[in-house]
């Protein structure tokens, strides 16, 4: 029997207990410490439909998150005013066509004028597809808290749970060799996994390198709020909006909004951040800010999350920003590759080395894709025109394809590294920041050899697309979960 010490029960601890007890069951022990006076980080309440890869091993359904943790479900995220004035949608992907799992519809929606959103919801709506919950692609806006303990419960004769603090990190060859703990004294174990968020104590302690990604993504502050409000309708998704000097999220719950407000303590101080979170607060629902919290990080990713006998999962691994909601899935991902990758509890170097590679093309695919999001050619404050004049490298080609050709599958490489995003949401960001010439992209279809079929596939595609969306019918959001509720 392997012995694994998880140090933190925020949602990637408690993910991690979850995911190694299920996958290896009495082949390991399982003791998860954390500090009781702060259980987690209590954001990160916009999720991804990866949650359901977590879920489904706990044996949770959505009919059983909306009943018993308080949930609303999530379609999509609507941006508003990264250019100023518009909005527009990322929507999960819905349904596969002819077994393709990427849509070519836009190929001929965009020149055409009729772009619709191609298979997926297209834009904002307090609606949900009248349809069993199995059969479309949906996520979850959780109350971290609720989540936290509700999970915590499930678990709780499988986990040995301790609260007790770490206080020193003993280190020897490479490898962690024991944690000391406040109450326990010292605790050794076959494996460390370190869930202990922005504190990292486990994972700093050994040979990796932080690769700092302020360069591209200076926002490095977040002010969370959570606003009381009593909804007519439930909004399918989050909102991102856009300010000039950072953003803000609005997150759904059953009673309440979960907002935050994200800046760069480059071009914006605390007083004058909570100042103008204040003003939208009062704004656009009547509250003012009421916290003192500002939630300080530094944008990037450990080199390697697993180093010796010890994985960081989560925070601790690194954190980007929360534009996409991919907090979770990483944590979700993370375990998981580290579970199908060490099957048989050897840790060999050969796995632990794929499990890197692996980590850090999914790093670099957020913050490509996070990056993307930022590519509005703004230069109305001193923080858009930063962003504006510091491209990523990829963001510059990317643009430069989209502004000349267009996408297809082909250009976004190799499948089994693209996971989270199918091309259709790269071409919703792109469409949405006005990436795309119209002249250019009929110029390139007359290019391609077989133009004829290329188009009269994408027509085809683009006709199911609307077919499937007349079909789809939607019911009010809302009416859902409370005769789930009942
Ligand atoms: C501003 C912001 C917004 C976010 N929004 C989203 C979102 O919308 N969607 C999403 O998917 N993700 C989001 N995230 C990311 C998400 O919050 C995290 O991925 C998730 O909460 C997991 O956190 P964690 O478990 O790694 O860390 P934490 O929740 O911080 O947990 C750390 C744990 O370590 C323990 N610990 C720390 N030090 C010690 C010690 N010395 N001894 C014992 N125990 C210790 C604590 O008790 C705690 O249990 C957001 C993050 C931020 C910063």
Same mark, same amino acid.
């Given at each position: ?46 999720? /991804? ?125 490479? +490898? ?11 605790? /050794? ?79 914006? @101080? ?13 704004? +656009? ?31 601790? @691994? ?24 060490? @099957? ?51 963001? +510059? ?90």
């Amino acid at each position: 029997m392997k012995k694994f010490v998880i140090l933190g029960s925020g949602t990637s601890g408690l993910i991690s207990a979850a995911v190694i007890k299920r996958f290896w069951g009495d082949k390991v022990q399982v003791s998860l410490y954390y500090d009781a006076n702060r259980k987690n980080i209590g954001v990160g309440e916009s999720t /991804t439909p990866t949650i359901f890869s977590f879920l489904d091993i706990m044996g949770i359904s959505t009919e059983d998150m909306i009943r018993d943790v308080g949930v609303t479900i999530k379609l999509g995220i609507n941006f508003k005013d990264w250019i100023p004035g518009t909005e527009f949608f990322h929507g999960f992907h819905e349904v596969d066509f002819q077994g393709e799992s990427d849509d070519s519809s836009a190929l001929y929606s965009i020149p055409n004028g009729c772009y619709n959103g191609g298979l997926m919801y297209d834009k904002a709506t307090n609606t949900l597809p009248h349809e069993d919950f199995n059969r479309y692609s949906h996520a979850l806006h959780i109350d971290t808290q609720v989540f936290s303990d509700y999970i915590f419960n499930k678990l709780k004769d499988e986990i040995e749970f301790i609260d007790d603090i770490a206080e020193s990190i003993n280190v020897s060859d490479g +490898k962690i060799e024991s944690i000391d703990f406040k109450n326990s004294g010292n605790v /050794t174990a076959d494996f460390y996994i370190d869930c202990s968020g922005f504190n990292a104590l486990l994972i700093k302690n050994l040979d990796t390198k932080w690769n700092d990604m302020t360069e591209y993504l200076p926002i490095d502050r977040a002010i969370p709020q959570q606003v009381p409000y009593e909804f007519e309708e439930i909004p399918s998704y989050t909102v991102a909006e856009a300010t000039d000097n950072g953003w803000i999220w609005q997150i759904p719950m059953r009673k309440r909004y979960g907002t935050g407000y994200l800046y760069s303590s480059r071009f914006t @101080s605390d007083e004058e951040a909570r100042e103008k979170y204040n003003d939208w607060l009062m704004n +656009k629902f009547g509250v003012e800010l009421q916290t003192d919290r500002v939630i300080k990080y530094k944008p990037g990713y450990y080199e390697d999350a697993w180093v010796g006998n010890c994985l960081a999962v989560g925070l601790s @691994s690194g954190f980007v920003e929360p534009l996409e909601s991919t907090g979770i899935y990483l944590i979700i991902k993370q375990i998981s590759d580290f579970a199908t990758l060490n @099957s048989n509890l050897n840790f060999l170097e050969y796995n632990r080395k794929r499990f890197n590679a692996v980590n850090r093309i999914g790093y670099e695919l957020i913050i490509n894709y996070i990056c993307l999001h930022y590519n509005t050619n703004r230069e109305d404050s001193e923080f858009w025109r930063y962003i504006t004049n510091n491209k990523k490298e990829w963001v +510059k080609d990317f643009e430069e394809k989209c502004k000349y050709e267009f996408l297809d599958v082909s250009s976004l490489g190799d499948s089994s590294v693209r996971f989270i995003w199918h091309l259709d949401s790269y071409i919703q960001v792109a469409h949405g920041l006005n990436m795309f010439d119209k002249d250019e992209m009929l110029r390139f279809i007359d290019s391609k050899q077989h133009k004829k079929q290329v188009m009269s596939f994408a027509k085809e595609h683009y006709d199911y697309t609307e077919i499937k969306k007349s079909e789809n019918k939607h019911v009010s959001h809302k009416q859902i979960i409370e005769s789930i509720d009942k």
